[in-house]
């Protein structure tokens, strides 16, 4: 009853509910998503500790693996520090201005995100197809480029998310079902025509992740075919095994995203709760696995991380 009167009287600000029907559980379910923020947070600034002390790790590929780590770092740090203080405090008050500043940064940095999946696999592209030319098409300087394109087209698709619902008008009843501030969730809470809104939002997905999925595929679809006029199987094997773990990220984000998506929108037969933990989830199970996939998978990556660690 507190949190719907501070809702009425204070027009600047939300409340987030966390997961509706299991506030009860709310101290328990905080266990496994702390234990998933640390795993990945340890794991990402290993990664980065690693690729920036070590000079022969100063190459494309660990760079954007660096890149790859500050996003996993981004995201996750984007929601569970307030999710965490809703679960462990009963803090669920949020500022207007601090929810489209969480939802822009999440948008954002999950648009950078798929950005640099595409880079990889354009990458490991020129690896297998054109291996010779392989240091002159592919230097630092333009995987920084590349970095900058991805970033100002994050920032260009993503800032009207905002900027368009920072001219809606709020309902009285201000509590948002959810743990962090999701497009969707706080465009209901919005008592004018949210057509716009919704549409720029779904528009917005399928450009992002129908264009970065296509050029993957085209990607692929190309290093397949050069895998494939490999004669010699110890270099077929050796090609294949330089795509693996791009390949295992690409499943681990992109299907848990691509189902979160879906369900929210047209899943109105499965339970709120079962939405909200999915898309928790979907933030922080991929940043937690990456450093590992890519630890396990590069064997010059693994073995200076051992070296840190064993020295230690």
């Known amino acids: ?25 709310h ?24 690729v920036v002390k070590e000079q ?22 984007s929601i569970m520090p307030k999710a965490l203080c809703i679960f462990w405090f009963n803090l669920k008050v949020i500022t207007v201005s601090g929810c489209l500043t969480q939802m822009f940064f999440l948008h954002a940095v999950s648009a950078m995100y798929s950005a640099i999946l595409v880079a990889m696999a354009f990458d490991r592209y020129v690896a297998i197809c054109n291996p010779l030319r392989y240091a002159t098409i592919l230097t630092n300087a333009r995987i920084a480029q590349l970095g900058i394109v991805g970033l100002i ?8 998310m905002p900027l368009l619902l920072s001219r809606q008008p709020f309902c009285a009843n201000r509590i948002i079902a959810h743990t962090h501030c999701e497009h969707l969730a706080v465009v209901k ?29 085209v990607s692929y679809s190309l290093i397949t075919r050069a895998v494939l006029r490999i004669s010699s199987k110890e270099a077929h094997q050796k090609a294949l095994n330089t795509c693996t773990a791009h390949i295992c990220v690409m499943l681990t984000s992109y299907t848990s995203v691509l189902f979160t ?44 991380v051992f070296k840190y660690a064993c020295r230690r």
């Open 189 to 217: 809470m919005s008592c004018a025509d949210t057509t716009v809104n919704r549409t720029y939002g779904l528009m917005m997905t399928l450009v992002i992740m129908g264009s970065d999925l296509t050029l993957i595929a």
């Open 27 to 50: 101290l328990w379910i905080s266990i496994p998503f702390t234990m998933f923020y640390i795993i990945g947070m340890f794991g990402n600034v290993m990664l980065l500790f690693v």
């Open 1 to 25: 009853m507190a949190a719907l009167n501070l809702t009425t009287s204070d027009p600047s600000t939300f409340i987030l509910m966390g997961i509706p029907g299991l506030e009860a559980a």
């Open 153 to 160: 087209r994050a920032v260009l698709f993503v800032l009207p």
């Open 56 to 77: 022969t790790l100063h190459k494309p590929m660990y760079l954007l693996l660096c890149m790859l780590a500050l996003t996993d770092i981004g995201t996750t740090t």
């Open 261 to 304: 998506t879906l369900t929210h929108r047209f899943g109105q037969g499965i339970a709120p709760h079962v939405h909200i933990i999915l898309a928790d989830l979907s933030f922080l199970v991929p940043p937690m696995l990456n450093p590992i996939i890519y630890g396990v998978k590069t064997k010059d990556l693994r073995d200076k």
